[in-house]
């Protein structure tokens, strides 16, 4: 078991290790391909063996040969861990090791129906981050994350959420949730900015007080020309200058 923190990395590098034996002597490489990594994973053969990483059990193995052909499954191999990895993964996440591969290993499977928490956030802002996890997979991780802090609208922003709510790609799908969560700290000039960009269309309404509002127009948060603009974004008028999402 790990007993501390560097531990835990360290037996989190190479539990996920495999053994790979062959008995087709022109195979040269073993590639390893998992559906939520952006890229393969080539793994040279010595002697008909190669040691590959497997992180989730639902990778696909192929083999390559000399010419650079590749076969499935009329390769006759062997695939052997050299751990057992669920005796060890709960003493790792204990310890809070960094580990790539715990993970793919731990979160990926449930990334779709796992809450959010105060202990995950960071391992989802990692995932957010990380360009080896596919598009689909970073999305869902980030609309998870933003979707924390709109629930939690007493915590700041983390700069990590601030540069993606800044990412084109993003802010056009997720709008409402940027929106929203720029709305509940009082960024009502940046609402504006997304909301311009991007269209209102499915960005939940929902209240401003007369005295927030007319406070950012005062302050030059929010010109009144912009104020006139937004008249189309369904921001309408209260006794001084509006009510609005």
């Known amino acids: 078991q790990a007993e501390n923190r560097d531990m835990a990395e360290l037996l989190a590098e190479v539990m996920f ?5 062959v008995k087709d002597r022109s195979i040269r490489q073993v590639i390893v391909i998992n559906p939520c990594l952006s890229k393969e994973e ?3 053969v010595k002697d008909q063996t190669a040691y590959i990483q497997m992180y989730s059990g639902d990778e696909q193995i192929l083999f390559e040969d000399s010419m650079k052909h ?3 499954v009329t390769v006759e191999h062997r695939i052997t861990p050299l751990m057992s990895v669920k005796k060890y993964v709960d003493s790792c996440q204990a310890m809070h090791a960094r580990s790539f591969g715990l993970l793919v290993h731990t979160l990926i499977p449930v990334l779709e129906t796992v809450e959010v928490s105060e202990g995950s956030i ?3 802002l990692r995932i957010a981050e ?3 996890f596919v598009d689909e997979c970073r999305l869902m991780a980030r609309t998870k994350a933003l979707q924390y802090y709109t629930r939690n609208e007493d915590k700041d ?3 990590a959420i601030q540069k993606l709510m800044a990412r084109e790609e993003f802010a056009g799908k997720c709008k409402g949730l940027i929106v929203r969560a720029m709305l509940q700290r009082h960024k009502l000039a940046g609402a504006f900015d997304v909301i311009s960009r ?3 269309e499915y960005i939940e309404v929902f209240g401003l007080s ?3 509002f007319t406070s950012q127009v005062d302050s030059g948060s929010i010109s009144k020309s912009e104020f006139i603009t937004s008249s189309r974004f369904s921001i309408y008028s209260g006794e001084r200058y509006g009510y609005g999402l």
Do not use: M, N, W
Request: charged share 40%.
């Open 17 to 21: 290790t495999c053994k790979v034996s």
């Open 42 to 44: 080539s793994y040279p």
């Open 70 to 72: 590749r076969f499935a």
């Open 122 to 124: 960071r391992s989802f």
């Open 130 to 132: 990380d360009d080896r």
């Open 157 to 159: 922003l983390p700069e």
């Open 198 to 200: 991007y269209g209102y």
């Open 210 to 212: 007369d005295e927030e």
